[in-house]
């Protein structure tokens, strides 16, 4: 059975969605089976993976609406071992209603119990709020990942998502893990990122992940080509950065088991 994956903190901007994408791809082209879960719907992921509205038949709407499987919804990717169900709540109205049948917090989690045996990874690309939604991928998921962007308010944007964490543990998920806390847009020599990678490494040392990303203008450039990092420039530091990521997964993952 796969493992799911929510990637996730309350701050827009921290790098979900290009750590969601290059992971998602990187996992893939490690020959693990992967379903990338775009549950945001603003819609980044798509854009990030090449996908037009023409392109998208179904996605998480008819999933929470009952109105379709979720085998109907999962899109091919460019990327053989890659499969893609994108967020497409497109209207306020929808958006509205969307809200409202999220309350119940495991229609994601009854969704996938069928399409997660055919996947190693599942990886889910959260919106930047805690609540329904939210709450839906991490009553869903084994394990998440925290991606910060080094800078104001970082630490506090992780200290009120463990607050979360404790009360969705409470209420719905006893099992959710940490995966680690990765930084993203690491910039090396600046006096914020020295500051707030301390005062990180003080409270959640033991959750840090070894691997860092760089901040990197070609992750930038392959999102607005709507190509994974590994399908853009595969020798670049974000796309081996990203890489290095998956190999830290999977490793623990052996270690698991
Ligand atoms: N390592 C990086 N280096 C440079 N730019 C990045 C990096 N990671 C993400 N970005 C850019 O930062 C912006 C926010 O990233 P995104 O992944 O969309 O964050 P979120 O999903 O948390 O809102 C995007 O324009 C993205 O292309
Ligand atoms: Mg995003």
């Not at 701050?11 to 996992?27: D, F």
């Amino acid at each position: 059975m796969g493992k799911v994956i929510s990637v996730c903190i309350s701050k827009g901007g921290a790098g979900k969605t290009t750590t969601a994408v290059n992971l998602a791809a990187s996992l893939a082209v490690s020959e693990k089976k992967t379903l990338l879960i775009d549950v945001d719907p603003f819609g980044s992921s798509a854009v990030a993976l090449g996908f037009t509205p023409d392109k998208i038949k179904a996605g998480i709407s008819e999933i929470f609406n009952f109105t379709k499987s979720i085998a109907y919804t999962i899109h091919k990717t460019d990327i053989d071992y890659l499969d893609f169900i994108p967020a497409n709540i497109n209207s306020i109205q929808l958006d509205e209603k969307f809200s409202k049948v999220t309350e119940n917090r495991v229609i994601l989690k009854n969704a996938l119990k069928e399409a997660r045996m055919k996947y190693d990874f599942v990886i889910i690309d959260c919106p930047p709020v805690l609540r329904g939604i939210t709450a839906n991928a991490l009553t869903a998921s084994d394990s998440i990942l925290i991606p910060v962007k080094c800078g104001h308010l970082s630490l506090y944007a992780v200290d009120r998502l463990f607050q979360y964490l404790e009360w969705i543990r409470e209420i719905s998920n006893p099992y959710l893990e940490i995966e680690g806390i990765i930084l993203t847009m690491y910039e090396s020599n600046s006096k914020v990122t020295e500051i707030s990678e301390r005062e990180l490494k003080v409270k959640y040392g033991e959750y840090m992940m070894n691997t860092i990303i760089p901040v990197s203008n070609l992750l930038n450039e392959a999102t607005f080509f709507g190509k994974p990092l590994c399908l853009y420039r595969i020798n670049s530091i974000g796309a081996i950065a990203y890489m290095n990521l998956a190999c830290e997964i999977m490793e623990k993952m052996k270690k698991n088991v």
